[in-house]
C-alpha cells in the first residue's frame, strides 16, 4: 500500500448523521455540541425529508439548513454543512443565498455537499418533482452557485442553461469565506469525477470498501488532470457508518439501536473496539483521505460520541 500521507494538511475527522431516521432539532443540538466538546472537526448531516426503512418516524423531517442555521449561532468551532443536499430540493440561487447566509452566522464555518439526489419516495411523498436524468441539474446548481459567490461585489451574475436562467443577479450575500468549501461524491465512473474536478474542493465516496475507495480517489485525481487541475487542490474524503464500544453488550446494543446487522457491520465500515476503529481510519488515511466522516445515527448515544472523542481521535496520526 502506498503511504498517501506525507506532506498534507491536517487529517480531519468529523461525525456525520442522519436526522430523517428521528431527530429533533433539540436533538441535533446536543449532538453536534457534544461533537465541539469532545475535539472532532465538524459535523454534518444528511438533507433527507423521509425516514428510511421501518421504524417510528417521529418527531418527523428537520431542514437541513434551517438546522444549520441555528447550529451555527449554538456552536463555535466546528465545520457544518450537509452530505449531501440534493439538486431536486432548491433552486440553485436560493440554495447560494442559505449557505451563504449560514456561512455568516458560523462566523465562516459552512460547507456546501451537493448531490443529484436519489430517494424518489421522499420526493413522492411530498409533491418533489424527481426527474429521471439529474445530472445536468447538478452540474448547472454547482455552476451558479459558484458563479454567484465569486462575482464581485457591485456585479451581477448571469446564467442560461437547459434547467435555470440567471438575469443580472445581485449576487448578494457574501459568504463570509473566500471561497465555501464544496463536496461533490459518488461512485459514479466518469460524471461525478468529472464534475467533481471542475466545481469541487472535495470529493467524498461512501459506504464502499477500501478497495473501491482506492479506485474512485484515482479516478477523481485522473479526472483533474484532464483539465489541468492539480488533484492535490481536491480533497479526498471517506464516509462510513461506525460502532465502537469496549465491550460486546455495548457494541451490539449499539447495533440493534440503528438496525445493524451484526454479522456484515464490520465488512465495511468502521466497528469494534477503539483500536480497530483506529487501524480502520489509519488504512483510510493511507489510502489518501484527508477527511473521514463517521457516521453516528443514533444522536441519544452521547456516550458514543465521548468514546469516539476520548479513545479514538486523540490516537489518529496526522491532526493538528
Request: a negative charge; hydrophobic letters at 40%; proline letters at 6%.
Amino acid at each position: 500500500m502506498t503511504d498517501a500521507t506525507a506532506n498534507r494538511p491536517a487529517f480531519e475527522v468529523c461525525l456525520f448523521t442522519e436526522p430523517q431516521q428521528g431527530a429533533s432539532y433539540d436533538t441535533q443540538l446536543a449532538h453536534a455540541s457534544a461533537t465541539e466538546r469532545f475535539g472532532f472537526d465538524g459535523w454534518f448531516r444528511s438533507d433527507h425529508y423521509l425516514r428510511m426503512g421501518a421504524g417510528d418516524p417521529l418527531p418527523g423531517p428537520t431542514d437541513a439548513w434551517t438546522t444549520l442555521a441555528g447550529l451555527a449561532r449554538e456552536t463555535s468551532r466546528i465545520r457544518l454543512g450537509t452530505l449531501v443536499s440534493s439538486a431536486t430540493f432548491r433552486l440553485p440561487a436560493i440554495l447560494a443565498i442559505q449557505v451563504a447566509q449560514v456561512d455568516r452566522m458560523s462566523g465562516g464555518r459552512a460547507e456546501l455537499g451537493l448531490g443529484t439526489g436519489w430517494f424518489a419516495e421522499e420526493h413522492l411523498a411530498y409533491g418533489i418533482p424527481f426527474p429521471e436524468k439529474r445530472f445536468g441539474l447538478l452540474e448547472e446548481q454547482l455552476a451558479i452557485v459558484t458563479g454567484l459567490w465569486e462575482t464581485p461585489e457591485g456585479g451581477t451574475f448571469d446564467f442560461t442553461g437547459e434547467h435555470y436562467a440567471l438575469d443580472a443577479a445581485p449576487a448578494l450575500p457574501k459568504p463570509q469565506q473566500q471561497r465555501v468549501p464544496v463536496i461533490v461524491g459518488g461512485g459514479g465512473p466518469k460524471r461525478t469525477p468529472a464534475i467533481a474536478a471542475r466545481f469541487a474542493t472535495e470529493f467524498n465516496i461512501g459506504f464502499r470498501g477500501e478497495d473501491e475507495v482506492a479506485e474512485k480517489f484515482a479516478g477523481v485525481r485522473r479526472a483533474c488532470e484532464a483539465i489541468d487541475r492539480d488533484p492535490a487542490t481536491l480533497k479526498l474524503s471517506v464516509a462510513l457508518p461506525t460502532i465502537v464500544a469496549t465491550d460486546d453488550v455495548a457494541y451490539r446494543r449499539r447495533l440493534a439501536a440503528i438496525g445493524a446487522d451484526p454479522d456484515t457491520f464490520a465488512e465495511v465500515n468502521v466497528a469494534g473496539t477503539p483500536a480497530e476503529a483506529i487501524e480502520k481510519i489509519e488504512r483510510l488515511r493511507a489510502l489518501g483521505a484527508d477527511r473521514v466522516y463517521l457516521q453516528t445515527v443514533d444522536q441519544l448515544d452521547l456516550e458514543h460520541v465521548e468514546l469516539l472523542g476520548t479513545e479514538v481521535l486523540p490516537h489518529l496520526g496526522g491532526r493538528a
